[in-house]
């Protein structure tokens, strides 16, 4: 998938370069079509559910990296 996603900006790139809008690339466009088939996007389109699940799991994983975070200053002594 990463070199999926390192090739969809080489062909942004590239459009700019050739004045050619992103949405209008088609090579962006299959680029961007062939993450969201590896993204498994269909899943999403077809229910409610599973976008809902995805809201709430990207929620908590921002809930538990800010609160590490937090909890990373607390401990880390001031440097004088």
């Not at 900006?9 to 209008?24: K, L, P």
């Not at 993450?35 to 809201?55: H, I, M, Q």
């Amino acid at each position: 998938m990463s070199g999926v996603a390192r090739a969809l900006v080489r062909s942004i790139n590239a459009g700019y370069q050739e004045d050619v809008r992103a949405r209008e690339d088609p090579a962006v466009r299959l680029t961007v079509h062939q993450l969201a088939f590896l993204c498994r996007v269909f899943e999403v389109d077809k229910t409610l559910n599973v976008y809902g699940k995805l809201s709430t799991e990207c929620r908590e994983k921002d809930g538990a990296i800010k609160a590490a975070r937090a909890g990373a200053k607390e401990t880390t002594p001031n440097a004088r």
